[in-house]
Each structure stands twice: as structure tokens, then as C-alpha cells.
């Protein structure tokens, strides 16, 4: 439990930071294990500052404006990169391989390469910005189909798809829905060839404000390199980088979506 007022303070901050809309002074208290009179008090604090400001239901309050306009001043001088480049370093130095963040474009129905951090070694696989991947090829874009609306997602499979590189078919409808099933239940994706040559990736998704995806992080490495082994630990480091970058973008719940199965498609 928080002792310090400032410790206090910022807590109360980020519980309201990651609230959906008004949060009572009794779920405060719950949430950061303090007595109601005491989250009273900090919150009359806040509230002369302009940081928090009373909710529409009694005994409730929500981010204030002087809040909300000093977050919107840090990310204007933060770019995704600056947010993103140390995440994806932290997966390098655990797996040795390229780590990239793809970011899905619902309109298009595209997925792009975002910001990536290469891996040591001299042969490393990397897509090239603004070339867009297949939703039903590939690690990256499986990972963001299953975890798309119901609708999206049937729309997107009843599209005409080419063949993998590899060559390899593309699924029935049904065998998708099941492939997408065991990607949601296990929390990532897995492919080898589909889209880069002699690669394999595994990819887990990654989500934003209100749970919608954002888009996925992959890590591709060389068919000989890679060790089945291995999966594991980097399926660990996905999934750790995944709820990180979930959390920056505003959904701090994505930890408990990659291992709950959506029941939806």
C-alpha cells in the first residue's frame, strides 16, 4: 500500500487515467487500498489543480482538463517510436532475433510495418515500410485477424486471398475459424514462409483505447536459426512486449485478452 502523499497522489492518477469514464470515491478507495476519507481529501487536491474534476453521479470523478492537456503536450512530442523503441529492444535481447510492431489500418484492411529493432545477427529477416501484409498470411496478420469483431472478420475471409509465397493454399473458411480459434486461445501466431522466404514469425497481438487492436508484434527469424524449442520463450517475450504496448496505448486490460478466448467468430 501507497504511504507517501505523492505516491498517493500519482496512483489515484493512473487508476483514473485507466478508468472508462466517472469512477466513484469507493472504487478508488478499493483500488488503491485506501480509506475513502483519505482518496476524499487527495482528490479536493487535484481537483483545486485542475487534474481531476467531479464525475455526473454523486461521489464520483474523472480526469480533469489540466490532465488531459498536459498528457495530449507529451504525446504531441513523442512520437510511436520514442513510446515503442524500447520495448521492442527488450524482446531483441531476449530471442537475438528482429522484432517488429505492425499497425493495422481498418479502412484499408492493411497491415504496416510501424518501427522495428533489428537482431544481432548479420542474416535478419524485416519487412519494408509501406509494404503491406496479408491479414490471412503470416504471423503479424493473423495475430491482429483473430482478435478483429466477429463481422470484420468474416468479411475479410469471404475476400478473394492469393496463395502464400511458400505456396501454400489457403485454408477453407472453416479451417480459418479454427486456426484463428487456437491463435486467441494460445495468445500468438505462428508461421513459417508465408510471407518471407525461408522465415519464420511469431506474432501476438497488440491493443489500444477502448480494446481495440492496435495491430501485432512479430519476431522473424531464418528457418535454420529458429529452434522449436524456443517458442515459448518467445511467445513469453511477445506476449510481456504485447501487454507493455497495450498498456502505453491505453488498454491496460491486454494481458487477460491474449489468454481468454474470444468466443465471438
Given amino acids: 500500500m501507497a504511504t507517501g502523499t505523492v505516491e498517493r497522489t500519482l496512483i489515484l492518477l493512473q487508476r483514473l487515467a485507466e478508468s472508462q469514464g466517472d ?18 481529501r487527495l482528490l479536493g487536491l487535484l481537483a483545486e489543480q485542475g487534474m481531476v474534476e467531479r464525475g455526473a453521479y454523486p461521489r464520483s470523478y474523472r480526469v480533469g482538463t489540466e490532465f488531459y492537456r498536459m498528457s495530449m503536450r507529451v504525446v504531441s512530442n513523442c512520437s ?27 479502412e484499408a484492411k492493411q497491415v504496416l510495418l510501424e518501427h522495428f ?46 496463395m502464400a509465397l511458400n505456396g501454400e493454399p489457403l485454408p477453407s473458411i472453416d479451417e480459418m475459424r479454427t486456426i484463428l480459434h ?16 525461408s522465415a519464420v514469425g511469431l506474432a501476438t497481438p497488440v491493443f489500444t483505447g477502448g480494446g481495440a487492436i492496435f495491430g501485432s508484434i512479430c519476431v522473424t527469424a531464418p528457418n535454420y536459426r529458429y529452434e522449436s524449442d524456443n517458442e515459448e520463450k518467445f511467445a513469453d517475450a511477445l506476449r510481456g512486449a504485447a501487454a507493455e504496448l497495450s498498456d502505453l496505448f491505453g488498454d491496460p486490460e491486454a494481458a487477460s485478452k491474449m489468454s481468454k478466448e474470444n468466443t465471438d467468430v
Fill in 182 to 197: 487456437q491463435i486467441r486461445t494460445q495468445g500468438y501466431a505462428k508461421s513459417s514462409g508465408q510471407q518471407v522466404e
Fill in 23 to 40: 469512477t466513484t470515491i469507493k472504487a478508488l478507495s478499493a483500488a488503491v487500498e485506501l480509506p475513502p476519507s483519505t482518496v476524499h
Fill in 80 to 106: 510511436i517510436k520514442d513510446l515503442v523503441d524500447p520495448v521492442l529492444k527488450r524482446v531483441v535481447s531476449k530471442v537475438g532475433e528482429t522484432c517488429m510492431l505492425m499497425r493495422y489500418f481498418p
Fill in 117 to 162: 529493432v533489428d537482431g544481432p545477427s548479420q542474416l535478419r529477416y524485416f519487412v519494408r515500410f509501406n509494404d503491406p501484409l496479408s491479414l490471412v498470411w503470416g504471423a503479424p496478420g493473423r495475430a491482429i485477424l483473430a482478435n478483429l469483431p466477429a463481422a470484420e472478420v468474416e468479411d475479410i475471409l469471404n475476400q478473394k486471398h492469393s
